[in-house]
T-cell receptor, first 111, second 116 residues
Framework: QKEVEQDPGPLSVPEGAIVSLNCTYS??????FMWYRQYSRKGPELLMY????GNKEDGRFTAQVDKSSKYISLFIRDSQPSDSATYLC???????????FGKGNQVVVIP | ETGVTQTPRHLVMGMTNKKSLKCEQH?????MYWYKQSAKKPLELMFV???????ENNSVPSRFSPECPNSSHLFLHLHTLQPEDSALYLC???????????????FGPGTRLTVL
């Protein structure tokens, strides 16, 4: 079983729709969870950072972590064409900066 | 320049060539990383440096040779590469690794490497 599972997509949605992305993981020691956004020909940039279970909201973005199910989600409300990118989940057990990444999920928001 | 910069942005090399990738961070960090990003695969950590000392080599073939002369600069020396080494090579930096917590990693734009 891979440490982090993420469906690579692609996922196409009309502008204004809600985008729902998720990752599952197998390592119960993970407690730091991140979502990175990567535009074409750019490096990943941190979008959301959460610790342990719960929700975190930042503008149109909401990150959810359910440690009991080993499942994390990212929701993008009122999606815009500028949200078209690849979204990577990443997680860590802490103690060092070793991150386990998902494959990334390509999102296309159609105007 | 701000953040993490990488040069060159694109590189095409033959299997017998020797080339180097350069990374520079302007964030005052003390940890630097090399990752390999291939299509449809998760980011693969290659090397980690903390305060110029290598703290991780993730079973990377010896045809990849990292160098960290100071906390702001990181190089990846390449020689006798294989076509399957073609990928996007990303550099990242963060605060130095500390017990407990996980610090945010900031990525450069990457070098797109093609090995012929």
């Amino acid at each position: 079983q891979k440490e982090v599972e993420q469906d690579p997509g692609p996922l196409s949605v009309p502008e204004g729709a809600i985008v729902s992305l998720n990752c599952t993981y197998s390592n119960s020691a993970f407690q730091y969870f991140m979502w990175y956004r990567q535009y074409s020909r750019k490096g990943p940039e941190l979008l959301m950072y959460t610790y342990s279970s719960g929700n975190k909201e930042d503008g149109r973005f909401t990150a959810q972590v359910d440690k009991s199910s080993k499942y994390i989600s990212l929701f993008i409300r009122d999606s815009q064409p500028s949200d078209s990118a690849t979204y990577l989940c990443a997680m860590s057990a802490g103690g060092n900066n070793r991150l386990a990444f998902g494959k990334g999920n390509q999102v296309v928001v159609i105007p | 320049e701000t953040g993490v910069t990488q040069t060159p942005r694109h590189l095409v090399m033959g299997m017998t060539n020797k080339k180097s990738l350069k990374c520079e961070q302007h964030l005052g960090h003390n940890a630097m990383y090399w990752y390999k990003q291939s299509a449809k695969k998760p980011l693969e950590l290659m090397f980690v440096y903390n305060f110029k000392e290598q703290t991780e080599n993730n079973s990377v073939p010896s045809r990849f040779s990292p160098e960290c002369p100071n906390s702001s600069h990181l190089f990846l020396h390449l020689h006798t590469l294989q076509p399957e080494d073609s990928a996007l090579y990303l550099c990242a930096s963060s605060q130095a690794e500390l017990a407990g917590g996980t610090d945010t990693q900031y990525f450069g734009p990457g070098t797109r490497l093609t090995v012929l």
